[in-house]
């Protein structure tokens, strides 16, 4: 059975409810699950928002009326030789495959054809600090290299040795009970609550909360999703939200990339929820809970005190304080008889990966305050020439020290321009580089991009007498240090 999670500290939730026991009694048999599970599990993502959503203090009453739509399940039962709690919560988020529940007009729209195989599409360990100031989400590819331990199948029920699977696959022959095992095996991570998701409501909800904001410096275009998005900055409303998180074809990555993406949509999900004014808000706090547990599945020891509790010592939570992560892959398409192409974990780095969790720690390295703006280009890629374009002595040097400083490689021989009456700075670039163009212009608020053919691929700043700073921008893909963990802000648009 769980241990439950060690409770927020004091000075983060005050005049909290008495503290649980330390161990729970034993647990009555859960009321059979919903047959209706939806694929593509990335509903997770709005099931974290109700952590979110509970910060609002709304009320216990309200909270416990919407507790009546969690069905629930009990991954737990009779579970022997766990790993040894740590600090913090760790939630297992899971998300099932299934659309019995989807209209056949969303059907065909979305592209949700085909049949369910009941198993798992998506899986997410994450990690709530004990102080409450911070949440590590680590995704768990589907097609993980996994040896189950020994278990009855809940189809069969036929008794089996302990042998290998796709991840994925361990709910199928065991439900979440065996899920829940088999990533305990795996990681040593001690599971203290278990989400499980279905899609049935997805739309419904970012519908709910007025769409959710992605950022993409590429054309994103998925025939088998029906995903078409140009570059850009995007609002989207439920349909192509679903589409943008199951999209799987976009480019070589397959589900590494399409993790990264449903990383990305749960960092906007967070800055919406938490900037948007749901929270402050009573009916439009109920309609989107609604929404989210409408489709839930939990254990019984994760209810309406545990999410206000939670709620309550997370208030200041922001996409800032939350990080993202895969865990490293030492050996792609590592082949399996009887399973097929698998993904086999790094053994090294991963275990580095779940000590932290274990000990609470920060999977990033620090960095530097400020949030650094989303572009095309990086720009240690970019060669730029700066000109003087005002009559200020010491313009251009301090125009191209300021670039060089963020990234970009300047000739650090700045020159005066045949103009000197320019008042709004210019970027100045062949028509064939305008993306690194975009990037460079982006690092100078209220810059003109102007396209001159054949300049070749060095960019020109005309400074002008509006220029005032330089911005931090930085490539989309911000992944660092050796598990490549990047922060919600860093994700989300700027």
């Known amino acids: 059975m769980p241990t439950p999670p060690r409770s927020p500290r004091s000075t983060a939730a005050p005049q909290r409810r008495p503290q649980p026991p330390s161990r729970r009694g034993p647990r009555r048999p859960a009321p059979p699950g919903r047959g209706r599970r939806p694929r593509w599990g990335l509903r997770i993502v709005t099931t974290l928002s109700v952590v979110v959503l509970a910060s609002a203090g709304i009320g216990h009453a309200v909270m416990t009326s919407l507790d009546a739509d969690i069905a629930r399940v009990d991954p737990f039962k009779d579970m ?13 988020l899971v998300g099932t495959d299934g659309r019995d529940r989807i209209s056949r007009e969303e059907r065909r729209k979305y592209r949700l054809g085909g049949a369910p195989c009941h198993c798992t599409d998506t899986m997410m360990i994450v990690h709530i600090s004990e102080d409450r100031e911070r949440a590590s989400v680590v995704s768990l590819p589907r097609d993980s290299y996994a040896v189950t331990p020994a278990h009855v199948d809940r189809t069969s029920g036929e008794r089996h040795r302990g042998h290998p699977v796709k991840l994925n696959a361990a709910y199928a ?62 609002t989207l409303a439920g349909g192509q939200a679903l589409q943008y998180v199951r999209a799987r074809h976009v480019d070589g990555a397959s589900d590494l990339g399409r993790m ?3 990383q990305r949509f749960l960092a906007a999900l967070v800055e919406r929820v938490t900037s948007s004014g749901i929270l402050l808000n009573p009916m439009r706090f109920r309609d989107v809970t609604r929404a989210v547990l409408g489709s839930v599945r939990a254990d019984k020891g994760f209810g309406t005190d545990e999410m206000l509790d939670l709620g309550r010592a997370m208030r200041n939570f922001s996409p800032s304080s939350s990080e993202f992560t895969t865990v490293p892959i030492g050996r792609m398409g590592y082949a399996v008889k009887g399973v097929g192409s698998t993904l086999k974990w790094d053994p090294v780095k991963a275990e580095r990966l779940f000590h932290a969790l274990r000990q609470d720690q920060p999977l990033s390295v620090h960095r530097q305050s400020g949030a650094a703006l989303i572009v095309p ?12 374009g005002t009559r200020t002595a010491g313009l251009g040097r301090r125009v191209d020290a300021a670039l060089a400083s963020t990234g970009f490689r300047t000739t650090k021989t700045p020159v005066n321009s045949a103009a000197r009456d320019i008042r709004r700075t210019v970027v100045a670039h062949d028509p064939r580089w305008d993306r690194s163009a975009k990037s460079l212009a982006a690092a100078l608020p209220g810059s003109e991009l102007r396209p001159v053919k054949g300049l070749g691929p060095t960019l020109k700043v005309i400074a002008g007498t509006d220029f005032e700073r330089v911005r931090k921008v930085r490539a989309e893909d911000p992944g660092q240090g050796e598990f490549g963990v990047v922060r919600g802000d860093e994700v989300a648009c700027s």
Request: proline content about 6%; charged content about 20%; hydrophobic content about 35%.
């Open 173 to 234: 022959e065991g439900g979440p009970q065996l899920t829940v095992r088999t990533v305990e095996s795996m990681t040593k991570v001690k599971i203290d609550h278990y989400l499980e998701v279905d899609f049935t409501s997805f739309m419904k909800t970012v519908d709910v909360v007025g769409g959710v904001q992605i950022c993409t410096a590429d054309p994103l275009k998925d025939g088998y999703t029906g995903l078409n998005l140009p570059a850009g900055r995007h």
């Open 80 to 92: 022997k030789n766990r790993p040894q709690a740590g600090h913090g919560m760790n939630v297992l």
């Open 377 to 388: 280009v990086a720009p240690q890629q970019i060669r730029v020439q700066v000109e003087n």
């Open 260 to 262: 990264k993406r449903q």
